[in-house]
């Protein structure tokens, strides 16, 4: 048996702060807390939908807060920000192919913005 110990490096608390990719990463991970916030209000929506007309006015007003607004568009662009990222990965990690050639990154990214526009504006028709 050895007497020696072990060398163990220090880990601080703050260790994401000293470099600029660890930042974003912890910036992209931290948008999940509004996210959760807005699920939660949308679950509370759709019980006060359920209790019936004075739960759902009751809803919309609390919607109407300007704290719940704010944090709903903070919700709204950490979906966003994942969702550039998300794009932005994808042609590294399943590239596509037609008739033998890799089709361009940009081309991919841009087909996915598309279809998520695309998506939106026939949900905004419907409702």
């Known amino acids: 048996m ?3 110990k072990p060398y163990v490096r220090e880990v601080k ?9 660890y930042r974003f990463y912890m910036l992209r991970e ?8 807005f699920t939660i209000f949308l679950t ?3 019980g ?5 007309p004075e739960a759902w006015h009751s809803w919309l007003g609390f919607m109407a807060n300007p704290v719940v607004v704010a944090i709903n568009i903070v ?6 920000l994942h969702a550039q990222t998300f794009f932005s990965m994808m ?22 913005w ?7 504006l026939i949900v905004l028709i419907v409702v």
């Open 13 to 21: 608390r703050t260790w994401w702060k000293d470099h600029p990719f």
């Open 30 to 37: 931290a948008t999940v807390l509004p996210l959760i916030l």
């Open 44 to 46: 509370f929506g759709l």
């Open 91 to 112: 042609p590294q990690v399943m590239p596509i192919r037609l008739k033998g050639k890799a089709v361009d990154k940009k081309i991919v990214v841009l087909t996915q």
């Open 2 to 4: 050895s007497n020696r």
């Open 75 to 80: 919700a709204l662009a950490g979906s966003l």
């Open 48 to 52: 006060s939908l359920v209790k019936g």
């Open 114 to 120: 598309a279809a998520v526009a695309f998506i939106s």
